[in-house]
DNA sequence: TTGGTCAACGTGTTCC
DNA sequence: GGAACACGTTGACCAA
């Protein structure tokens, strides 16, 4: 996308690379985004147990996260609701995020062996994998067109502007063509200054001189 | 109560 | 034709 705005000199159009640090969702960011993160406890319905990278607490309550996905799992399968089960939230936990953001920033997409060890370091399913990266993208290409609908609405300021300054100065140029070519006045030309770029008036007495 | 966030889903499109 | 993706939407959850 390339846009030039007034004199060229430019507002120039940078627009965010996804995962970049102002993201919301990025880690560390306690409560960033107003997702209170900091605040809620991280509770993980779908999660599988944790051992090795998550700490002790959330050990344990993933254990007891895992009970209640089976208990969920099998409520499902009784299909109660019509068959609809009941749609529970899951939030992932602050190092998942990290780690899928780490992931995020080096690839925004997976191959499958990727996003199969990438689930199983998370102990996550693949398919939560693939629909965070899904989503992730989603939240990129939204805040890229946020940046750049941002950056348009400042350069249709510049240009407004530049019209109406413009519009004065062919105003400006009009009233003084009228008070040149009224009678008792010396013929002129219309000349362009160099230096200020602005039409300037030259008798045509003055130019004999020269 | 309301608005924002985000995981999850359904569907259409693209690519191989 | 199927896998992967984009896009729009839903619903759970939270903070103000």
């Known amino acids: 996308m390339e846009i030039m705005p007034e004199n060229s000199t430019c507002l120039e159009l940078t627009i965010s690379i996804p995962g970049s640090s102002s993201n919301s969702s990025s880690f560390p960011s306690p409560g ?34 895992q009970e209640e996905e089976e208990e969920s799992s099998n409520n499902n399968n009784n299909n109660n609701n019509n068959g609809v089960p009941p749609r529970k939230k899951l939030r992932l936990t602050k190092q998942q995020s990290f780690l899928l953001e780490e992931s995020f920033r080096q690839n925004h997409t997976l191959n499958p062996k990727e996003k199969e060890a990438l689930a199983m370091q998370l102990k996550l399913r693949t398919r939560q994998v693939e629909v965070w990266f899904q989503n992730r993208r989603a939240r990129s290409k939204l805040k890229q067109t946020e940046m750049e609908c941002e950056y348009l609405k400042r350069w249709f300021g510049s240009l407004t502007e530049q ?12 009233a003084m063509k009228v008070g040149v ?30």
């Open 32 to 65: 960033g985004g107003g997702c209170g993160y900091n605040t809620m406890r991280e509770l993980d319905i779908n999660q599988v147990p944790s051992s090795g990278n998550i700490n002790e607490e959330e050990s344990m309550e993933e254990d007891q996260d």
């Open 163 to 174: 019209n109406r300054r413009l519009k004065k100065e062919v105003e400006e140029l009009r």
């Open 181 to 210: 070519l009224s009678p008792h006045t010396c013929p002129s030309t219309l000349t362009m200054c160099p230096h200020c770029e602005r039409v300037t008036t030259t008798t045509i007495r003055d130019e004999s001189r020269i």
